[in-house]
């Protein structure tokens, strides 16, 4: 049995409004969060907001299939709208995410401790066994740096460095 339409309308709405909600949780909690459980939690949020989006579609083609009004009404304005800013949302936390996760692998401050293999080069606790050498100073000219020293992923920027081991 085939619903009416205010009430499929209602539906509809209150689909893409869950759908808005699912992705503002994870932009909420995968922003409270750190490296891969940040992304675990967006991606999760995001899989149920895309499944409740595509119910709140369906539901749109059983509008259509009810009546051959097609008028532009305020709630699909604010649907609309909504849409668009949970795209905005989707992609600024991508890129956040992005950032947080390049940002987690650099050295960003004295005192922090790094270890490195044959080709990688990463931020380790100073406690940790794997660590090999400490940040003393990040400087704009290589000559300050007393030991060694990295180029910083910043252009014209180094990283002093010192032996732990």
């Not at 205010?6 to 922003?31: C, E, H, K, Y």
């Not at 989707?90 to 922090?112: D, F, M, P, T």
């Not at 293999?117 to 100073?126: E, F, G, I, L, N």
């Amino acid at each position: 049995m085939a619903a009416d339409l205010p009430t499929l309308r209602r539906l509809q709405f209150r689909l893409v409004m869950q759908a808005a909600l699912f992705v503002l949780i994870g932009v909420i909690l995968s922003s409270q969060m750190v490296a891969i459980a940040s992304v675990l939690m967006f991606v999760f949020n995001l899989f149920f907001a895309g499944m409740t989006f595509v119910r709140a579609l369906n539901i749109r083609k059983e509008i259509h299939q009810l009546t051959t009004d097609r008028r532009v009404t305020p709630s699909d304005k604010m649907m609309a709208f909504v849409v668009a800013l949970m795209m905005f949302l989707i992609g600024a936390q991508s890129i956040a995410l992005i950032r947080s996760i390049a940002a987690h692998n650099e050295i960003q401050a004295v005192g922090e401790c790094w270890s490195s293999d044959s080709s990688y080069t990463y931020a380790v606790a100073c406690d940790n066994p794997a660590a090999i050498y400490r940040t003393t100073s990040i400087v704009d000219d290589k000559s300050e740096c007393e030991q060694d020293y990295l180029e910083s992923s910043t252009p014209g920027r180094f990283i002093c460095i010192e032996s732990i081991k």
